[in-house]
């Protein structure tokens, strides 16, 4: 449930109603908009009672929250979340792209991505070491070396990294190097990692499974909240369709406004694996962009004719620069921006 404070209320009221109800052995989490203050409680509701609150000074009223998930909801949190990593923000006004290879190959080509996408305004860099591959025999990332990589790429663009955590007994090792944790598609329903990577402050960017619902990405995101990590991104990254002959999946551009709705969570578009071709790539984050996506997570890599995972879907980095000049437009239509280090000169869309 939560407590909705009268606009004249005191910041005595809401500590008071606040040591009230940790009292009575809630946790609560405060939320100051621009227009209201709201106290969610965090508890079993049964058993509170309501009444006694309700006649607390500056309480206006108390709503129960019906959905299932409840921290991830907007009643809980009208105002949208913010998630900081080093001194960038997602969520706030600016775009935040996050570029670089699927996986981490070696030292030059994961150096060379983040350069070249730093250069075009991404603002973190992404970057696989730990690779959930359909087939065992398909290139499984480097592991730790990978990590050392994305760390020693971080030291010279400064760059923050978000790499793909896989098992419960790689969340420390991963976190150590790491400064967002992903979780993969195919993970998104992994509830003991889910719990795991919530036990931790790092930020977490969640990726909807290629055949998840909604409400199930909300729930599993709930997991990570309850656990105390409110440090959560979702991130669309397309669903399994019946044509796959022209892309790999759909991407589902309306959970976008769907979810900011629903949720106060950042949301974040994988224009790369929702489509699987490089020449799809930019009218996926247009249409990101336009729909209202907080930020983009795109796949870049210097030569992806000889990339060891998903070169089909990675953009060349003049290509991914033409992409990020295409995108500053829609993005001013919406009101939003996308940070750029420098101007980089528009150009036709060529891989
Ligand atoms: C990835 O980002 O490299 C990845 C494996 O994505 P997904 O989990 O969405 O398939
Ligand atoms: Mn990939």
New binding site residues.
């Given amino acids: 449930m939560i407590i909705v404070m009268n606009k004249s209320a005191s910041n005595k009221d809401v500590s008071d109603v606040i040591h009230r109800v940790e009292d009575m052995g809630y946790q609560v989490h405060l939320s100051r908009g621009t227009e209201r203050t709201i106290i969610g409680v965090i508890g079993d509701e049964r058993v509170l009672d309501s009444q006694t609150v309700e006649q607390l000074s500056g309480v206006d009223k108390i709503v129960p929250i019906l959905k299932q998930y409840k921290l991830a909801s907007r009643e809980f949190h009208p105002e949208n979340s913010q998630v900081k990593v080093d001194d960038v923000v997602i969520g706030g006004d600016e775009i935040v792209v996050m570029a670089g290879p699927?996986s981490v190959e070696n030292s030059d080509q994961v150096l060379e991505a983040a350069v070249t996408s730093k250069e075009a305004g991404a603002k973190v860099l992404r970057g696989?070491a730990f690779?959930?591959r359909t087939s065992p025999y398909s290139f499984q990332g480097l592991g730790e070396d990978g990590l050392k990589l994305l760390k020693e790429a971080k030291e010279k663009t400064g760059l923050p990294i978000i790499t793909?955590v896989m098992a419960t007994d790689q969340v420390d090792l991963v976190a150590r190097y790491a400064d967002i944790l992903?979780i993969?598609?195919?993970n998104v329903q992994n509830y003991n990692l889910l719990q795991a990577v919530g036990e931790t402050q790092h930020p977490v960017l969640l990726?909807r499974g290629f055949a998840t619902t909604i409400d199930e990405l909300l729930l599993a995101a709930e997991y990570i909240l309850s656990n105390g990590n409110y440090q959560v991104m979702l991130c669309e990254?397309g669903v399994r369709s019946f044509d796959t002959k022209y892309t790999r999946n759909m991407l589902d551009i309306m959970a976008v406004p769907i979810l900011k709705e629903l949720t106060h969570l950042p949301v974040i578009v994988?224009p790369s694996?929702s489509t699987g071709k490089w020449e799809l790539v930019a009218a996926a984050s247009r249409a990101a962009v336009a729909a209202g996506a907080d930020g983009l997570?795109v796949e870049v890599h210097p030569d992806p004719e000889v990339a060891l995972s998903?070169g089909r879907q990675s953009l060349k980095p003049k290509t991914f620069a033409a992409m990020m000049q295409q995108i500053k437009g829609i993005a001013s239509a919406v009101g939003r921006t996308v940070g750029a280090d420098r101007t980089v000169e528009r150009e036709m869309v060529t891989n």
């Fill in positions: 699927c696989g690779k959930p793909e992903q993969g598609a195919r990726k990254r994988d694996h997570l998903d």
